[in-house]
T-cell receptor, first 111, second 113 residues
Framework: DAGVIQSPRHEVTEMGQEVTLRCKPISGHDYLFWYRQTMMRGLELLIYFNNNVPIDDSGMPEDRFSAKMPNASFSTLKIQPSEPRDSAVYFC?????????FGQGTRLTVV | GENVEQHPSTLSVQEGDSAVIKCTYSDSASNYFPWYKQELGKRPQLIIDIRSNVGEKKDQRIAVTLNKTAKHFSLHITETQPEDSAVYFCAAGGSGGYQKVTFGIGTKLQVIP
């Protein structure tokens, strides 16, 4: 298995534009997480899914952020409109037990 | 919700010395405490975890201790090597299932050869 796959690896966009981050979890994993990593706040859980259903989205910072998981092998995190303060590394992770397996992350820069 | 504090934020040690990273948590219902290592530019990876029914766990040069009464847990790395240089994150959670954990801010460990 190739592990958790995220795309793109890097994204540079202008303020106000829509950004979509993509994630393919490890096959067979029933939990999927979206995290945001910044120097100031560390790793923050934004939202997580169980069997494609959102369980806890209390970490989603604003209505500009939305996440979907249409099937067991794909999830998206969308920011619309994007702002410079959204610049961060966004990680997707999946699990079937206690250990979370992280993807390589998407480094988002909003200018 | 859970709040995890981690100290120190940076730590430099000489190769061969020990390193200790400490964390505290706020939710007494938390029962799962993993530690992740993130090398520069890489993804976080689990290195060790402990559950509330034990006070200590070891894996080669790495050990974790847990004091549930004081809500403290620590990571101990002995005989440090340059490849131990990374950012280490503690986390706490599990009260609603092991999957949801809250991470500490991270400790950047530098092992000086």
């Amino acid at each position: 298995d190739a592990g958790v796959i995220q795309s793109p690896r890097h994204e540079v966009t202008e303020m106000g534009q829509e950004v979509t981050l993509r994630c393919k979890p490890i096959s067979g994993h029933d939990y999927l997480f979206w995290y945001r990593q910044t120097m100031m706040r560390g790793l923050e859980l934004l939202i997580y899914f169980n069997n494609n259903v959102p369980i806890d989205d209390s970490g989603m910072p604003e209505d500009r952020f939305s996440a979907k998981m249409p099937n067991a092998s794909f999830s998206t995190l969308k920011i619309q409109p994007s702002e410079p303060r959204d610049s961060a590394v966004y990680f997707c992770a999946s699990s079937t037990g206690p250990e979370a397996f992280f993807g390589q992350g998407t480094r988002l820069t909003v200018v | 919700g859970e709040n995890v504090e981690q100290h120190p934020s940076t730590l430099s040690v000489q190769e061969g010395d020990s390193a200790v990273i400490k964390c505290t948590y706020s939710d007494s219902a938390s029962n799962y405490f993993p530690w992740y290592k993130q090398e520069l530019g890489k993804r976080p990876q689990l290195i060790i975890d402990i559950r509330s029914n034990v006070g200590e766990k070891k894996d080669q040069r790495i050990a974790v201790t847990l004091n549930k009464t004081a809500k403290h847990f620590s990571l101990h790395i002995t005989e440090t090597q340059p490849e131990d240089s990374a950012v280490y994150f503690c986390a706490a959670g599990g009260s609603g299932g092991y999957q949801k954990v809250t991470f500490g801010i991270g400790t950047k460990l530098q092992v000086i050869p």
